[in-house]
Structures are given as structure tokens and as C-alpha cells.
């Protein structure tokens, strides 16, 4: 799947549960639990491969389902920006011909830090927990995952 594309629809067909909950997902797909069908759908703002869980609720018991999704940047699309190296122990460069600002955002959305970068290849440091992290661009929304190890 290539980013910023819409993907298609990854769909599933229940029996008797009330609802589904949705973890790992890349940013921009999104779940959706209605009667008897789950469909995950969207456009993905972020590359990278992402190990997804749907678990049921309701119904007989607790089931889940497992699946992938990767995304890549593909011929025709532009990247903007990259990140090097990804995963990282903390210190990682952005390159960005144009520069901008851009922000560190935690797995929960919560902005940590953010960077207004005016040369071509910037070394970034940060001090932060094992995990992922995503970096965004604010003008143009364009996000990557950033994984610190």
C-alpha cells in the first residue's frame, strides 16, 4: 500500500458479537464495527509495517483476529522529508530540503517537542524512553514513524 493513497478496504464478517476493538493501526486507518462487519479503512499517513489486532466483544467468549499492513512510499509520490537512522538510540537526522516545522508527537498524540529546522540535514537528540514516536511536518500533515530503541 502506498502512503497517502486510499487503501482497500481489509474487511471481516462476525457472528454475535456487540463490538470490536481496534490496536495498531497506522495512522490514518481507521476500524469500524457495524452489525455482523468490521471494515478497516482510510487513507495511511505514516510508512512502515503495522501489526494490527481486532478483538471481538459480546458474544460467545473473547476471539481476535491478527493482520499486517504495510505501507511504503511509492514511485510518483513524493517524500517530502526522511528520517536516518530509524530505529534510532536517540540522535537521528532530518532531512528536508525545504526545512519547516516540525513536531515529535508520543503514541497518544500528545505533541513532546517541536523543531523548526532550517537546514538541508538537521541532527536532532532526544531523551526519551524506548518506543514509538511519530515526527510530523505542521504544514502539510505529513507524518513519519520515528522508533527509538
Given at each position: 500500500m502506498c502512503i497517502n493513497t486510499p487503501i482497500t478496504n481489509i474487511t471481516y464478517t462476525t457472528t454475535?458479537?456487540?463490538?470490536?476493538?481496534?490496536?495498531?493501526?497506522?495512522?490514518?486507518?481507521t476500524g469500524?464495527?457495524?452489525?455482523?462487519?468490521?471494515?478497516i479503512s482510510g487513507i495511511p499517513t505514516v510508512s512502515g509495517t503495522f501489526n494490527y489486532t481486532i478483538t471481538l466483544t459480546g458474544g460467545c467468549g473473547k476471539t481476535t483476529a491478527m493482520g499486517n499492513i504495510t505501507v511504503i512510499g511509492c514511485p510518483g509520490i513524493?517524500?517530502?522529508?526522511?528520517?536516518?537512522?530509524?530505529?534510532?538510540?536517540?540522535?537521528f537526522i532530518l532531512q528536508s530540503e525545504k526545512g519547516g516545522v516540525f513536531e515529535l508527537i508520543d503514541i497518544s498524540g500528545k505533541v513532546?517537542?517541536?523543531?523548526?529546522?532550517?537546514?538541508?540535514?538537521?541532527?536532532?537528540?532526544?531523551?526519551?524512553?524506548?518506543?514509538?514516536?511519530?515526527?510530523?511536518?505542521?504544514?502539510?500533515?505529513?507524518?513519519?514513524?520515528?522508533v527509538i530503541e
Open positions: 454475535g458479537a456487540t463490538g470490536a476493538m481496534f490496536r495498531g493501526l497506522p495512522a490514518g486507518i469500524n464495527f457495524e452489525g455482523d462487519n468490521i471494515t513524493e517524500v517530502p522529508w526522511y528520517i536516518f537512522p530509524n530505529p534510532t538510540t536517540g540522535i513532546i517537542q517541536t523543531y523548526n529546522v532550517q537546514n538541508p540535514a538537521e541532527q536532532i537528540q532526544v531523551d526519551l524512553p524506548c518506543g514509538v514516536y511519530f515526527i510530523r511536518e505542521t504544514k502539510s500533515g505529513y507524518t513519519q514513524k520515528l
